[in-house]
C-alpha cells in the first residue's frame, strides 16, 4: 500500500488522512465488523476482515505511516540522484561544445 500512495504522489495527503483518523481507527474497525454482514451479501471482498483486523490494532496505522514516509524519502532521494546526474550529463556536453569553438548560452 506504501508502494502505491507513494507512486501516485499521493504521501502528504496519504499522511494527513492517516494522521487524523488514527485516533478514531478502533471506532472504524468495529463499524466495519458490524457493517460485515451486510457488506459481504452484496460483495465478496477477501480481504475485508483482514482490513478491519488492521485497524483495530492501534500501532498498525503508524507502522503504514512510517512505511509511506521511507518510501517517500528512498523516492525523492532516487530523483535528485537523477536530476544531478542529468544535470553533470548536461554539463559535460555544454562544456564540449564550448572546446569547439561555440558560444555557450
Known amino acids: 500500500m506504501a508502494e502505491q500512495v507513494v507512486a501516485r504522489r499521493m ?8 494522521e487524523s483518523v488514527k485516533p478514531v ?5 468495529q463499524a466495519l465488523y458490524f457493517f460485515e454482514p451486510m457488506v459481504r ?20 496505522l503508524e507502522a503504514l505511516l512510517v ?4 518510501r517517500d524519502e528512498s523516492w525523492r532521494e532516487t530523483e535528485r540522484n537523477e536530476k544531478a546526474r542529468a544535470r553533470a550529463e548536461r554539463d ?4 564540449k561544445k564550448d572546446t569547439q569553438g561555440k558560444e555557450p548560452r
Open 11 to 18: 504521501t502528504v495527503p496519504a499522511i494527513l488522512f492517516l
Open 25 to 29: 481507527s478502533f471506532i472504524g474497525s
Open 41 to 60: 451479501a452484496f460483495f465478496t471482498i477477501p480481504e475485508y476482515e483482514r482490513f478491519a483486523a488492521l485497524l483495530e490494532r492501534r500501532d498498525t
Open 67 to 70: 512505511r509511506i514516509e521511507a
Open 92 to 95: 559535460a556536453a555544454r562544456g
